[in-house]
């Protein structure tokens, strides 16, 4: 069985973009290159040609990189359909369900408006990653630039659909804000007070948080965890209704 080979390169102020390798038939595929400069780099450190650059949504610095790239290697552009006019150099457009080959590996597609309404993610079932771009981050997730919360909510629930061992490879090293803001909506949460203290211990050695797995972050997550009842509570809203305790839970995050 063939695992991807990924590398994490961080750019610009927090953004992760991420290399990765099939190593049956080479294929090496880049998520969302913000810049190209790097990408060019590590690509030459380690050897590797790229072929793919998947995006997960249109925003600059996640698509910023994707001329400039398929100027230098002839890569193939993967993003999502819904979005195709937005994303510059497009060459497959991609739907919820469609399988997406990659060598010997393969990804499924998700379609999780919410951040953006044509935002997708890539699920490498054999290798146990989740591509996800802006829409969940370690402890948070994306703000509501362009989806309602009822659109987020359901866009989740795809990943908590997901086995515990997954790991989220999400855009951004947002995690130490992400868990002050959890920690002031889900305080007696145990199992998040001590993730805290291990990202606040990462970074003061200002080593990365991600990824994280999809079992950390149903447990600590509060955006994950809006049917949670003690969440609710702290909320003073009902958990038979989780998309106002979303809701709830990302407007006050917008003003954390
Ligand atoms: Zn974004
Ligand atoms: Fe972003």
Known sequence: MSKLDIHQIPVLND?????????ESGLVGVVDPAVSGPVLSKLKELGWTLTHILNTHHHGDHTGGNLELKEATGCTIVGAKKDAARIPGIDI????????????EKAEVFEVPGHTVGHIAYWFEKSDALFCGDTLFALGCGRLFEGTPAQMWQSLGKFRNLPDSTRVYCAHEYTESNGRFALSVDPK???LQERFAEIVALRKRNKPTVPSTLGEEKATNPFLRADDPSLAAELNLSATDPVAVFA????????F
């Open 15 to 23: 953004n992760y973009v991420y290399l990765f390798r099939e190593p």
């Open 248 to 255: 709830e839970t990302r407007r006050r995050k917008d003003n």
């Open 93 to 104: 457009r991609l739907e919820e369900g469609d399988i997406f080959e990659f060598g010997a």
């Open 189 to 191: 949460n145990k199992a």
